[in-house]
Nanobody, 121 residues
Framework: QVRLVESGGGLVQAGGSLRLSCAAS????????MAWVRQVPGKEREFVAA????????DYADSVKGRFTISRDNTKNTVYLQMNSLKPEDTAVYYC??????????????WGQGTQVTVSS
């Protein structure tokens, strides 16, 4: 099993920045690939970004390319999402997710509880 705990969400003005963190624990093979997925109430979860174990492979949703950066520190079992130039449409609950295989979709095996990000206009 894997336990994922997100932090770093909050309220920020449009154009501002936030950095989300996800502390992971559990089976290392289940954390091979890590991702951030977001959800707005009443809508399906939306893929945001993914990163492989080595960090060499990353993918981003078109809506966040050039603004968000995913990274990981395997010595700390932590994944980050640096979010710059935030827009009101980025407002959502952001979930950390993991899986033993890499994918760039909204479907993952393990999930955190989520952290709220609110961007005011």
């Amino acid at each position: 099993q894997v336990r994922l705990v997100e932090s770093g969400g909050g309220l920020v003005q449009a154009g501002g920045s936030l950095r989300l963190s996800c502390a992971a624990s559990g089976r290392a093979d289940s954390m091979y690939a890590m991702a951030w997925v977001r959800q707005v109430p009443g809508k399906e979860r939306e893929f945001v970004a993914a990163i492989s174990w080595s960090g060499i492979t990353t993918d981003y949703a078109d809506s966040v390319k050039g603004r968000f950066t995913i990274s990981r520190d395997n010595t700390k079992n932590t994944v980050y999402l640096q979010m710059n130039s935030l827009k009101p449409e980025d407002t959502a609950v952001y979930y950390c997710a993991s899986a033993p295989t890499y994918r760039s979709t909204r479907f993952w095996d393990y999930w955190g509880q989520g952290t709220q990000v609110t961007v005011s206009s």
